[in-house]
């Protein structure tokens, strides 16, 4: 134990007046200095809100993050909970959404309360929310740390137009939350340590955006690894809300809705924006909605401009798989069976201008609506043709209604979801030396995303997303059913094996590797309430 952390417990009896015999569990000397973590109700220590960049604020807003390197000179307090990363937030009541800080850029560590143990395996979380909102504080960390055999560690990064906005050159070059990501992960490798963890075993794991993040984070080259293995949760690098193109013109509109226009240059766009409250900034995702929150994704990852300094992504995902030059690793990548209920099931609210749900706005405005929401024009140059024939495959000639919600549902699914899921499998089980995994979890919550984006009950949502995710990272919304608290015991034995050995089994099942395999069929491990098996995708 160092003098410092010595002379910190000294002074920490001195405060508090007795011997608590957990002070020095709680106290761990990082480059910077010391922080101070906390005993959870006996259940597990953590250590929150721990900087790991320099905040990305005034001169550095629209800039790769910087690494914290400012000492302490008194003990850090990592007590307190993370903040939100500034946001225009989907679940937030009233016509003002923003909230969070844009001083933002910190890691939480959660610890498993075993006296003497030692060299835990790691799991990294990205959260999900479109690129646009979310963060670590919805997210329970019990259920992870009633194993006693693994170190949780949550990431912020910046959001929406504070961290994807891009001018598409080398003046905003955009993927600021990605770079927040990566240079959290090199924090994580360089300090996990000290907290207990062992840096040769980092799980790499993701949800929705998060899970699109994992993967556009091992696509990255080799020697910037810092993963064993990783997991995309209901989000991939090939999902078409994922990579954004043509948003030069979203930047200019942000900056006319601002006081910013017009501008000569987008240098001097980017100067002006620096000037601007953030929450002005932030505001300015309303206006590229049309329904509720449509385009669930307004601004996200964008292929950089070559000669963007400290570029993250210059090359379309779909080509870095081809060329075989990204980070070789194992890599299991999931879905749930009615994805799609984010974020069809919105549009079950009332439109309070005709008294009639949205989703009967898609039978008149069908070509305008389908593709902005469901981003077709990343996927088809003919969009509105395209968006056509998925009317006819998922509806014939009938129009929607609340009856047919889930053909609506299941055109989410797949499109926005499953396909883009399948593919990037496929891909990498021919370009990937490393083992390649899926799986497709049914088993409908009691609860969920669909009814609190609905809010209702009335209407049958099937296995939506979040489903699997928070049988293990619990939230506020969700309890588990006895059948449920089975599988979730299941969803961790399997992290911890797949951290410990790189081979994944769920239950008595064995995950197929798909890796190496010549063929037209990806093979996917099913899991419903009832059993696991192996199933067949052509592609």
């Avoid at 000397?29 to 005034?58: C, F, H, M, Q, T």
């Avoid at 910013?260 to 240098?267: D, G, K, S």
């Avoid at 749930?336 to 039978?363: C, Q, R, S, W």
């Avoid at 939230?475 to 790189?502: P, Q, S």
Wanted: net charge negative.
């Amino acid at each position: 134990m160092s003098v410092k952390i010595l002379w910190c417990l000294f002074f920490s009896l001195i405060i508090c007046g007795k011997c608590n015999l957990d002070n020095k569990e709680l106290l761990v000397e990082i480059p910077n200095g010391v922080l101070r973590g906390k005993d959870n109700n006996g259940l597990y220590y953590s250590w929150e809100s721990i900087p790991y960049a320099v905040p990305p604020v005034g001169d550095l807003r629209f800039e790769a993050p910087q690494p914290f390197r400012q000492q302490w000179q008194d003990v850090f307090d990592a007590t307190k909970t993370a903040p939100n990363c500034m946001q225009w937030d989907q679940f937030r009541q009233g016509e003002n959404k923003v909230r969070g800080i844009e001083d933002c850029l910190t890691v939480s560590v959660y610890k498993p309360k075993v006296q003497g143990k030692d060299n835990y395996p790691v799991m990294v979380f990205i959260h999900g929310g479109s690129f646009m909102f979310g963060g670590v504080r919805i997210y329970n960390p019990e259920r992870l740390m009633a194993s006693g055999k693994l170190i949780l560690v949550t990431i912020a990064y910046r959001l929406g137009p504070l961290g994807f906005l891009s001018t598409e050159d080398e003046a905003i070059t955009g993927n600021f939350g990605l770079k927040d990501q990566q240079l959290a992960l090199t924090w994580i490798k360089e300090n996990i340590e000290k907290f207990g963890g062992d840096p040769q075993k980092i799980l790499l794991t993701g949800f929705s955006a998060g899970g699109a993040s994992t993967h556009l984070l091992m696509l990255q080259s080799a020697e910037k690894n810092v993963a064993k293995a990783a997991i995309s949760f209901s989000g991939v690098a090939l999902n078409p809300w994922v990579l954004h193109k043509n948003v030069r013109e979203k930047a200019i509109k942000v900056g006319s809705l601002v006081n910013c226009y017009p501008m000569e240059t987008t240098q001097d766009l980017k100067d002006c924006l620096k000037r601007q409250k953030p929450e002005d900034i932030v505001a300015t995702v309303k206006d590229f909605h049309n329904i509720g929150y449509n385009p669930f994704s307004v601004f996200g990852p964008v292929i950089e401009h070559k000669q963007a300094p400290q570029a993250f992504l210059t090359q379309h995902p779909r080509d870095i798989i081809k060329s075989g030059n990204f980070t070789q690793i194992p890599w299991l990548a999931s879905q749930v069976a009615d994805e799609g209920g984010y974020n069809a099931a919105e549009m079950l609210k009332i439109n309070p201008k005709t008294g009639k749900e949205f989703i009967y706005e898609f039978n008149e405005h069908w070509p305008e609506l389908l593709p902005q929401n469901i981003f077709l024009d990343n996927i088809r140059e003919d969009y509105q043709e395209y968006a056509q024939a998925l009317k006819q495959r998922y509806l014939g000639d009938k129009p929607f209604t609340v009856q047919n919600y889930m053909n609506f549902s299941n055109l989410f699914t797949d499109v926005a979801f499953k396909e883009g899921i399948l593919e990037s499998i496929q891909l990498h089980s021919k370009y990937s030396q490393a083992p390649v995994y899926g799986y497709i979890y049914d088993n409908p919550g009691v609860t969920g995303v669909g009814q609190l984006l609905a809010k209702r009950n009335d209407v049958y949502f099937g296995t939506v997303h979040m489903d699997d995710l928070t049988l293990f990272l619990s939230t506020g919304n969700r309890h588990l059913t006895e059948d449920e608290e089975i599988i979730a015991n299941k969803f961790v034995d399997m992290l911890i094996g797949f951290i410990e050995t790189g081979k994944l089994s769920f239950g008595h099942c064995d995950f197929v590797n798909n890796s190496g395999k010549i063929s037209e069929y990806i093979k996917i491990m099913s899991i419903t309430k009832d059993k696991c098996e192996t199933l067949e995708y052509k592609m």
